[in-house]
C-alpha cells in the first residue's frame, strides 16, 4: 500500500484510457500496489521513500498525514515485501532518484528477512533478484541501539528461540550479513541483550512519539 506526495499514472486495461491517481487525496486510506507494475508511471516531488513492516503504524502515520511532514511516500510492505512491492520502490526509487528507508521492528526477522529481502531480493529467486531489489534501501530501524538510545528497555520481549537460531544462523551463513560489519555487530548485540523491539514500543513515550521524535531524529 502507498501513500503521500505521489501521482500514479496508470491505464484502464479494456479501454487503453489513462487513469492518474493522486496518493494524497486517498483519505485515511492507501493505494493497493497491483501485482504488474511495469507500465505505471510516476509523478513525484518527495524527498525519500519510507518503506514501513508493519501495517499498524503505517496506518498511524497515515492518520496522521506524517507525509506532508516529512515530504515523504509512504509504503506498507506488511512483512516481507512482495515481488511487486520491491519492483515498485525500484522503479520509483531509481526513477526519481529517491533515497529509501526502510523500518522494521528490531528483530531477526526484521532484519535478516524483511530488510533482507527488500535490499537485495529473496534466495530462491537470485536469477531475478537484479529486478526485485532496492540496492539503495538504506536502514532506519528499530536497533539495538535505539533501545538504549530512547530507553525503551521495559517496553522490549524476551529473544524466542527462534529468534536466536535465525540471528545465529545468518552470522553464519548469510554472505550479507557477513559481508557487513554493521549488521555482524547488530546481531551480536541483540543476542547479547536477548531482547527484541517491536516499532509499537515507543507508544511507551505517547502515541505519537514515533512520528513526531523518532522519526525525525533518524531521518536527520
Known sequence: EVTGPLVVIDKDPTTGEIIRID?????????????QVEHLKFETKADFILAIETASLFQRLVHHRYYEKANAILIS????????????IRRLADEHKLPVLAFTDGDPYGYCNIYRTLKVG????????????????????????DIETYKLQDATHPLEEVDIKRAKDALKNDPFIKHHKEWQNALSKMIEMKVRVEQQAFAKHGLNFVLETYLPDKIK
Do not use: E
Open 77 to 88: 510492505m506488511s512483512g516481507v515485501p512482495t515481488r511487486a512491492c520491491r519492483r515498485f
Open 122 to 145: 529473496s534466495g530462491q529467486s537470485a536469477h531475478i533478484n537484479k529486478f526485485f531489489c532496492v540496492p539503495q534501501a538504506r536502514y532506519l530501524g528499530v536497533t539495538p541501539d
Open 23 to 35: 496518493c494524497t487525496k486517498l483519505g485515511t486510506g492507501a493505494w493497493s500496489i497491483p501485482s
